[in-house]
């Protein structure tokens, strides 16, 4: 984000020498990168060294993961109605982004919380044929209030102006033939490091494709899920027969 940048790009960059993250193909840095976990396709993007590299790779990976849940993380929100204007430089991903079906997208830079319903082309749209934004800036500075006059139409679903963070949870359904997403908000109190309360705000549901029914997230592996076992067969064991007892000594014939 912006608080981390400064005017050095590429790997000696302050953000990506504080921390250790996989490199991407297209410039060898730790600028923008992909990883799989489980069932989810993971981009991480950068809007503080946008280029045209980083678009022609992006276009590149989407195309090329077949993970059934794609999410996509980067700083500047271009759905927003916080203190700073929609980013001109995530508007451009946005189409691409929809057009490879990703599912959610977190971002930061405005200090508070909105959650818009599924968006493609601008429009509202049934979960499934867009993508959910989602702000959650509840760090790091004093919180953004909420704009209204700064709509893009009767978008956003839920919104807080709290201190707090997002998580989201991937369930395989017990049938194992869909997968549902969670998205829970998690409240905190300023300069607290405790989170006393939660809310989910939304569950989100998908058919699963046989092909990904053997995928499962598991330290951040592909493993196939254990076949389910018939029960198993109660085997009928005959006892065996007991001794005959010893005949007794004629008393005669001692």
């Known amino acids: ?3 981390d940048d400064d005017n050095v790009d590429g790997n000696q960059a302050k953000v990506n020498l504080v921390s250790v993250s996989p490199s991407n ?8 990168y992909s990883f799989d976990y489980g069932l989810g396709h993971f981009i991480v993007l950068s809007t503080q060294t946008f280029n045209a ?6 276009r590149a990976d989407l195309a090329a993961t077949d993970r059934p849940w794609k999410f996509a993380f980067f700083h500047e929100p271009y759905y927003t109605y916080g203190n700073h204007e929609p980013s001109e430089k995530a508007a451009v991903w946005v189409p691409i982004l929809e057009q ?9 830079h405005n200090h508070n ?11 509202v749209v049934p979960f499934g044929e867009g993508t959910v934004h989602v702000t959650a800036g509840g760090a790091g500075a004093a919180l953004d209030p909420i704009y209204a006059f700064r709509s893009k139409g009767d978008n956003l679903q839920n919104w807080r102006v709290e201190y707090g963070f ?8 017990p049938d194992r033939l869909s997968t549902t997403m969670s998205l829970i908000y998690h409240k905190t109190q300023a300069g607290n490091g405790s989170w006393p309360s939660m809310a989910e705000d939304v569950r989100y549901s998908r058919p699963l ?9 598991n330290d951040g592996d592909e493993a196939e899920l254990e076949p389910e076992l018939e029960p198993e067969m109660e085997l009928e064991i005959e006892p065996e ?6 005949a007794e000594p004629d008393v005669a014939d001692v």
């Open 1 to 3: 984000g912006n608080h």
């Open 25 to 32: 193909e297209a410039t060898g840095t730790e600028d923008f």
């Open 53 to 58: 590299q980083q678009l022609e790779w992006l």
């Open 100 to 108: 490879y079906g990703v599912d959610l997208v977190i971002t930061g």
């Open 113 to 123: 919380y909105e959650q818009f319903y599924a968006q493609r082309g601008g429009q």
């Open 166 to 173: 997002v998580s989201v949870v991937i369930d395989v359904a």
């Open 209 to 217: 494709a046989a092909g990904f029914c053997s995928l499962l997230a």
């Open 241 to 246: 027969p007991e001794p005959e007892p010893e």
